[in-house]
């Protein structure tokens, strides 16, 4: 066997388990890939269901109906003469708005000798969410030769479970519940909570059911041959009085009209490949149906169903792989943070003054304190995050009357840096949580085992991770140009000295000649955590990795125990905790490998990033609606077959759905300048499946212009097919 063959099969060594401490994490009870699942969203509601558009059909999944962290309704089924229908077909809106479910009755007795064939009776669902309240409309044709009488029944019930429950968690005591029918046409259920909030769930069925009960509506239907009627069902969510119902549709023409408005302001892609234009389509759509209008700007919430809220880390993210196609989306997240940014200490909120917001929480549990995550600051990296993103706005757009609104924002999170985040005072960023409560590890991989010594022993904090230096590094130099563009120049020149100390100092610090990489973090007594891990690629993305280090960082990225075929993994195969079942330890995320490839483009490594691009669209057009999932298993690519799933893996995920956008800007070297009113084109490459690609109305300012590129071999060539303003285009080689 050859030396890469045998690297191929080595086993990593024997571990202990490490024992879990209190992670908040996600009790698997069922795979969310063993049924196919659909999603809907609006605001800070979302609805997760089964192919056929029904909830709770079995027990213990994530199924239902959640409104601010809470589970409103648990169970809502169709039955057609009292059995499931048969499924057609069950397939999002293009737009992301509804669900359309196409149904059919299954062979039944309807009386004494007669018979209902299959495929009789059609059945048509469409679902949405708007403003807190879930619309159905159920429409019924008879396609038979003679009459046909039906019952159409819904069962339906809420148990009000926090989202917590619903991941795992268990109480000790609940609040009270109800459920009456106030009207031929309404059942209400109510719960009041351990924390005094009143939480109702109204049902309102039109035409009135035949009968009514708090937990089923049946309606006796009578249908001509070739005729057809329709039922409408919402389902109003609320603290307090539920949410009042519109039109279903007038409310759907205003859901359709408010997509368009979100969007309107993105660049396009298309492109000659209609199997990456799906993967694109649907990334969009995801992105736009997890963007929430807030009173700040619109906010990328981080997924679902475990993540429909604010979480800091991933807005960040998410707005920079987005930056270059829609940039109001980084100046919402910017505003919220800013808004939400810590003032005061509070241990068990992990607070510290000018910290970031790792994630909030609105449901009772959060509320009463069972658990941290009501306003919660426990991330080493949405801060210097945070900085970054101002920073790359500032570029991308100029917009000094949001850059002049968050400074204060700015100056908190630089004096966090240099005061609370560096524990020790040796330069570098460190975490440690404050209570057993809070998240024993910090950074973007937050699981209990994430961060360990070579032989797999878990390292002691205070921690610095690899990649949160870098942040620190490029979040100092962004924030530089910007004190320099407001006049603040001796800000300016003290931020510039501090990152150029950092990145020496980084080096000597976390390089290790052994492994060939960074390590993975310093643990409390400076000992680098000798891991081969894709938090090096961070170094890369950041800018902090001197060049020829850089070079082997990504060798050792792509080598086969580092690239699994579907990607780069986020541990390499043979390190001690290595597993490619695992959330952290070797999976593969595509927002990692999308800020990899980044960091791939920034020195030049344009072929590194073709890989890792051609990888992760490949492993997209294997997932169901073609939608890239929040990670998926590292194992090692097999022909004719498509990446393992992960169990509990949120799809659609904000970052997950970016990362598209930031693997093709890597690709293309494209950089964006407000100042020089200038796009650029560093050395543009694509990949094999990709001849020609269409960008349109891609903005500077009050500029835009649309592009077409042409790949011929290892050339890409760009035109411009229609400009409007002044700006240029330029294409560097």
């Given at each position: 066997m050859t030396e890469s063959a045998l690297k191929l099969v080595k086993q990593p060594p024997a571990v202990p388990e490490m024992p879990r401490a209190s992670e908040h994490g996600i009790e698997a009870q069922t795979s969310l890939v063993?049924?196919?699942?659909?999603?809907?969203?609006?605001?800070?509601?979302?609805?997760?269901?089964?192919?056929?558009?029904?909830?709770?059909?079995?027990?213990?999944?994530?199924?239902?109906?959640?409104?601010?962290?809470?589970?409103?309704?648990?169970?809502?089924?169709?039955?057609?003469?009292?059995?499931?229908?048969?499924?057609?077909?069950?397939?999002?809106h293009e737009n992301k708005t509804a669900l359309s479910v196409d149904l059919t009755n299954p062979d039944m007795a309807v009386g004494a000798g007669e018979a209902l064939p299959r495929d009789t009776i059609f059945l048509e669902r469409t679902k949405f969410l708007w403003h807190g309240v879930c619309y159905e409309r159920l429409g019924i044709r008879n396609y038979g030769d003679r009459t046909r009488r039906l019952r159409i029944d819904f069962l339906f019930g809420a148990d009000f479970r926090d989202l917590f429950?619903?991941?795992?968690?268990?109480?000790?005591?609940r609040g009270s519940e109800t459920a009456a029918v106030i009207g031929p046409n309404q059942v209400e259920f109510r719960y009041l909570g351990l924390d005094q909030v009143e939480r109702r769930t109204v049902l309102t069925f039109r035409p009135e059911p035949t009968r009514l009960h708090p937990n089923e509506a049946s309606f006796d239907i009578e249908l001509e041959p070739q005729e057809q009627t329709a039922l409408f069902v919402t389902v109003g969510c609320g603290e307090g009085e539920a949410a009042q119902p519109n039109d279903f549709f007038?409310?759907?023409?205003?859901?359709?009209?408010?997509?368009?408005?979100?969007?309107?302001?993105?660049?396009?892609?298309?492109?000659?490949?209609?199997?990456?234009?799906?993967?694109?389509?649907?990334?969009?759509?995801?992105?736009?149906?997890?963007?929430?209008?807030?009173?700040?700007?619109?906010?990328?919430?981080?997924?679902?169903?475990?993540?429909?809220?604010?979480?800091?880390?991933?807005?960040?993210?998410?707005?920079?792989?987005?930056?270059?196609?829609?940039?109001?989306?980084?100046?919402?997240?910017?505003?919220l943070l800013a808004a939400t940014q810590a003032t005061a200490f509070d241990p068990q909120a992990d607070a510290e003054p000018g910290k970031i917001v790792h994630e909030r929480r609105l449901g009772e549990m959060a509320r009463l304190g069972e658990v941290?995550?009501?306003?919660?600051?426990?991330?080493?990296?949405?801060?210097?995050?945070?900085?970054?993103?101002?920073?790359?706005?500032?570029?991308?757009?100029?917009?000094?009357?949001?850059?002049?609104?968050?400074?204060?924002?700015?100056?908190?999170?630089?004096?966090?840096?240099d005061q609370y985040g560096d524990r020790d005072g040796d330069g570098f960023v460190e975490y440690h949580r404050e209570t057993e409560q809070g998240l024993a590890n910090q950074g973007w991989k937050d699981s209990h085992d994430a961060v360990f010594h070579a032989d797999g022993s878990g390292a002691q904090g205070p921690i610095a991770l690899c990649e949160v230096q870098g942040y620190v590094y490029a979040a100092k130099r962004l924030i530089a140009k910007v004190a320099a563009a407001f006049g603040r120049?001796?800000?300016?020149?003290?931020?510039?000295?501090?990152?150029?100390?950092?990145?020496?100092?980084?080096?000597?610090?976390?390089w290790c000649d052994d492994i060939q990489t960074y390590a993975l973090a310093l643990d409390g007594e400076k000992r680098p955590c000798r891991v081969r891990s894709s938090n090096a690629g961070h170094?890369?993305?950041?800018?902090?990795?001197?060049?020829?280090?850089?070079?082997?960082?990504?060798?050792?990225?792509?080598?086969?125990?580092?690239?699994?075929?579907?990607?780069?993994?986020?541990?390499a195969l043979g390190e001690a905790r290595y597993n490619p079942m695992s959330y952290h330890n070797g999976s593969v995320w595509p927002h990692d490998n999308a800020l990899i490839a980044l960091g791939f483009a920034r020195y030049g490594l344009k072929r590194e990033a073709v890989r890792v691009f051609d990888a992760i669209i490949r492993a997209a057009i294997y997932q169901d609606q073609r939608r890239l999932p929040e990670l998926f298993c590292g194992f090692l690519r097999r022909q004719h077959r498509g990446p393992t799933?992960?169990?509990?893996?949120?799809?659609?995920?904000?970052?997950?759905?970016?990362?598209?956008?930031?693997?093709?800007?890597?690709?293309?070297?494209?950089?964006?300048?407000?100042?020089?009113?200038?796009?650029?084109?560093?050395?543009?490459?694509?990949?094999?499946?990709?001849?020609?690609?269409v960008i349109r109305d891609l903005r500077i300012g009050r500029s835009s212009v649309d592009l077409r590129l042409f790949r011929h071999g290892d050339d890409v060539t760009v035109n411009v097919l229609k400009r409007r303003g002044d700006l240029t285009v330029t294409v560097q080689k």
């Open positions: 063993e049924r196919a699942l659909r999603n809907l969203k609006h605001g800070d509601a979302f609805a997760v269901l089964d192919s056929y558009g029904d909830i709770g059909t079995i027990r213990d999944t994530p199924e239902g109906l959640f409104f601010r962290d809470t589970r409103y309704l648990s169970h809502f089924e169709l039955r057609i003469n009292g059995k499931r229908p048969l499924l057609l077909s069950s397939v999002a429950e619903v991941r795992g968690a268990t109480r000790r005591r007038l409310a759907y023409r205003d859901t359709r009209r408010a997509r368009r408005a979100s969007t309107r302001g993105m660049a396009t892609v298309t492109s000659s490949n209609e199997l990456f234009n799906e993967v694109i389509t649907r990334a969009t759509a995801d992105l736009y149906t997890l963007i929430t209008r807030t009173e700040h700007g619109p906010y990328p919430y981080a997924g679902i169903p475990w993540y429909s809220t604010v979480f800091g880390r991933d807005g960040i993210i998410t707005a920079m792989l987005m930056l270059w196609v829609d940039p109001a989306v980084a100046r919402g997240v910017l505003r941290p995550f009501g306003f919660y600051y426990g991330t080493v990296d949405a801060t210097p995050l945070f900085l970054m993103l101002a920073g790359l706005y500032f570029e991308r757009t100029g917009d000094r009357d949001t850059l002049s609104e968050i400074w204060p924002n700015i100056e908190a999170a630089l004096r966090w840096i120049d001796e800000l300016a020149a003290r931020l510039r000295k501090e990152a150029k100390s950092l990145r020496r100092r980084f080096d000597a610090a976390f170094a890369l993305f950041t800018g902090i990795a001197a060049p020829d280090r850089a070079r082997r960082v990504a060798r050792a990225l792509m080598d086969p125990e580092g690239f699994s075929g579907w990607g780069i993994r986020t541990l799933a992960y169990p509990v893996a949120c799809a659609p995920q904000a970052w997950a759905a970016a990362a598209p956008l930031g693997l093709l800007a890597a690709c293309l070297g494209l950089e964006m300048s407000h100042r020089d009113n200038e796009i650029r084109f560093i050395d543009p490459v694509l990949p094999g499946f990709l001849d020609e690609l």
